[in-house]
């Protein structure tokens, strides 16, 4: 992968160049940036830029047979650990092993995309994805072999915040007594879920969100987009070029999402003084508890999306405001007055307990129903 694939981020790229062809490199590195930000990519750039001995800032000029090795993602000294679960394939104690063919092509497909277009390609239903023991013990087992260039080995942590407390107490060890050219590049966008004595051994390097001119520069030139439009997924794809592409083509689950929400606070309102109203809510938790969790946690976090942008509506900083619902008789304009100073913090604390408790497997049903009746209350609240 070239450098020059990489939207933005030109002071890290430099400075992994720079580090790079002085001979520094630190052992461990954490990368922390949010979704769409251009992580992974540019770490595997950076893999290659190490592995394959190039030059210069456009990843070129080494070895011809390492970098094409790398256009389909498989150098036998590049290494890659990622949150799986099981599935009817693999039954029992998932390893990224397993997956490799299809990280292979998620990766390939798009190098920008999130956890949650991972998990959707491995179906995985209720299941939540981690990064367990047996991982842990595959890097073991891939550190010992030689490397295969006579080089670095690299291993890539791709999402390590999902690793377990088994996996991250193994890797801890790793990191403690590292091996004569191994390299560790973890890969975040929680960087507070990762174990602090793994953080504390790493070299943290931080991406910003890509600015809405890069983005639009990209839709225009890789995408063939008119300008107006570009500006237009740009500036509502909040610096995540996953969520442009996703925006662009018309897949993206927000149009579930919006359904959902829309349906879900207009029952609310209908269930002040109406017990017949409270039915829907019920039927409406019924409906999400039947989602995988990964999905219900998503939703939940555009939940707190749509309530932060109402609110920023509501006190007219309009330029901070991206969402354009389109459910038919939804305008968020008209939504906007019922989110306020005197319950928005409320309903962020009720969405956010209600994520912590899907996560550690409560019953979503409950969960959800609760919720709900807290919204009818909440959302009348003056």
């Not at 000029?61 to 590049?78: A, E, R, T, W």
């Not at 219900?296 to 007219?316: E, G, S, T, V």
């Not at 919720?371 to 959302?379: D, G, H, P, Y």
Request: hydrophobic share 40%; aromatic share 10%; charged share 25%.
């Amino acid at each position: 992968m070239q450098f020059s694939e990489i939207l933005g981020q030109d002071y890290i790229k430099n400075h992994l160049v720079r580090s790079a062809a002085s001979g520094r490199i630190p052992h461990a590195q954490l990368f922390v940036g949010p979704e769409g930000s251009g992580t992974l990519p540019l770490a595997i750039a950076y893999a290659q830029y190490i592995l394959c001995q190039n030059s210069g800032n456009e990843n070129t000029g080494g070895n011809d047979s390492c970098n094409l090795k790398f256009d389909n993602i498989s150098h036998p000294d590049l290494h890659f650990i990622y949150p799986t679960v099981t599935t009817e394939d693999v039954k029992t104690k998932p390893k990224s092993i397993d997956f490799i063919a299809d990280w292979r092509n998620f990766v390939k497909e798009n190098p920008y995309g999130s956890l949650f277009g991972w998990y959707r390609m491995l179906g995985v239903q209720n299941k939540q994805g981690e990064i367990r023991v047996d991982d842990a013990q595959e890097i073991l087992k891939s550190l010992a072999l030689k490397s295969y260039e006579g080089g670095y080995k690299i291993m890539i942590i791709w999402m390590a915040d999902k690793m377990n407390i088994a996996a991250s107490n193994k890797l801890l060890k790793l990191l403690e007594e590292p091996s004569d050219k191994t390299l560790f590049i973890l890969i975040s966008e929680n960087e507070e879920d990762i174990i602090q004595t793994i953080r504390s051994r790493c070299q943290v390097i931080n991406f910003n969100g890509l600015s809405e001119k890069i983005i639009a520069d990209a839709l225009i030139s890789r995408e063939n987009i008119e300008p107006r439009m570009a500006a237009k997924i740009a500036h509502q794809s909040q610096g995540n070029y996953n969520k442009a592409l996703h925006l662009l083509q018309e897949d993206s689950e927000d149009a579930y999402f919006e359904k959902w929400f829309v349906d879900w606070v207009r029952a609310a309102f209908r269930a002040k003084g109406n017990a017949a109203a409270i039915q829907d809510l019920i039927h409406w938790s019924e409906q999400i508890a039947g989602l995988g969790r990964e999905t219900q946690k998503q939703f939940l976090h555009f939940c707190i999306d749509m309530f932060r942008q109402a609110l920023l509506l509501n006190y007219q900083t309009t330029s901070l405001v991206f969402m354009e619902p389109k459910v038919e008789k939804f305008k968020l304009e008209n939504f906007a007055p019922f989110v306020n100073g005197n319950n928005i913090n409320e309903i962020f604390k009720e969405l956010s307990d209600a994520m912590y408790h899907i996560e550690r497997n409560g019953n979503a049903k409950i969960v959800l129903t609760d919720l709900s009746i807290k919204l009818t209350r909440l959302i009348h609240k003056k």
